[in-house]
């Protein structure tokens, strides 16, 4: 094939060659991330210059990144959220946008419920506490028979409901569109956002950063959460005003944080890392071997795909091909 592919997630091909091997026998010359981080805006525009196609994570795709890649066809995304990705622009230069929806539900449900247990029973406060020689016995909360509020009712929603049924828990649910099919199957009521904040006893949020959603939850929000309530985001960063979960935290305003995704990444804030009952952990949520592999082999499935002049099933901006049919799934022409 001859085509040139850039390729800037750390973990691509990590535990597993299987996906870069594909590339590299598809005839592909693929060029790697050469550091330790995501890339800046400018890392990125020297390395995609003359590529056609592209397997990104969470580094920067602007409209000046996308400049410095005229020839470019194809982003496809090693993960399911899109929003480092200039959408409107990438359209505009008809590239096709991919993303691998599925690949990291389960993990990401698994790490949900993992920090939902961690902050109510103080799992990182007593460990630490352990290994520094302190015998301390902290009082925790339950999830058994609690409620959950679920910001966000997609594929990641849905499956962090199934394992909270595990634990007899009601489960309130805000969505744009929701579906009362599915919340009659698993015995969800949807509610209003402000009564879900206030009636859980944990919320947690899975939508994606979009102007309306930026620091969705901040003082007003976190104001109307119970005192004994935890707030757990696997989602975006950028969904809450960190400054007023600092605050509220520091004051009482809620029993404890969990936090898997920061506004800015990696974590420098110090005043975030401080906090008082706050469990953090540094965007794990798709780091599983099994989450890992799929994301890779997705990835490639979808960008070969595109370079074949074929039509992936995860497209994100389908308007780019003549024949959309909407939903992110393409008719054949």
């Known amino acids: 094939m001859g085509y040139r592919v850039l390729v800037t997630p750390r973990s691509f091909a990590q535990l597993d060659r299987e996906p870069l091997t594909r590339l590299e026998e598809s005839g592909c010359e693929v060029r790697r991330n050469p550091g330790e981080r995501p890339l800046t805006e400018a890392e990125m525009a020297d390395a995609i210059a003359g590529a056609d196609g592209l397997i990104v994570g969470i580094d920067p795709v602007t409209e000046r990144v996308l400049a410095a890649a005229p020839g470019l066809r194809v982003i496809s995304k090693y993960g399911a959220g899109v929003d480092n990705i200039d959408l409107p622009a990438a359209s505009n230069r008809r590239i096709v946008v991919t993303a691998t929806p599925d690949a990291n539900t389960e993990a990401v449900a698994d790490l949900t419920l993992g920090l939902m247990l961690a902050a109510a029973r103080g799992i990182a406060h007593a460990h630490t ?34 394992r909270a049924r595990g634990f007899d828990m009601s489960i309130l649910a805000y969505d744009l569109q ?3 099919t599915w919340a009659a199957g698993v015995g969800a009521a949807y509610v209003p956002l402000e009564e879900l904040f206030a009636g859980s006893d944990f919320v947690s949020l899975h939508i994606p950063v ?18 004994s309530a935890v707030l757990v985001n696997t989602a975006r960063g950028g969904l809450i005003d960190e400054t007023a979960l600092v605050e509220v935290l520091t004051a009482g305003g809620i029993f404890a944080a969990a936090l898997d995704v920061f506004a800015s990444e990696p974590l420098q804030d110090e005043r975030l890392r401080s906090a008082p009952r706050v469990v953090l952990t540094p965007h794990i949520g798709a780091s599983s071997r099994g989450a890992l592999l799929r994301m890779g082999q997705e990835a490639v499935d979808n960008l ?8 992936p099933a995860q497209v994100v901006n389908p308007e780019v091909y003549p024949c959309a049919s909407g939903k992110g799934r393409m008719s054949r022409c």
């Not at 506490?129 to 929603?157: K, M, P």
């Not at 979009?210 to 005192?227: A, F, K, Y």
């Open 129 to 162: 506490a352990l290994r520094e020689g302190s015998w301390q016995r902290h009082l925790g909360r339950d999830l058994w028979g609690r409620s959950l509020g679920l910001v966000g009712t997609g594929r990641i929603g849905r499956a962090v409901a199934r």
């Open 178 to 180: 929701p579906d009362p």
């Open 210 to 227: 979009t102007p309306s959603t930026h620091q969705l939850v901040g003082h007003r929000l976190l104001g109307l959460m119970r005192p």
């Open 304 to 311: 070969l795909a595109v370079l074949a002049g074929g039509h």
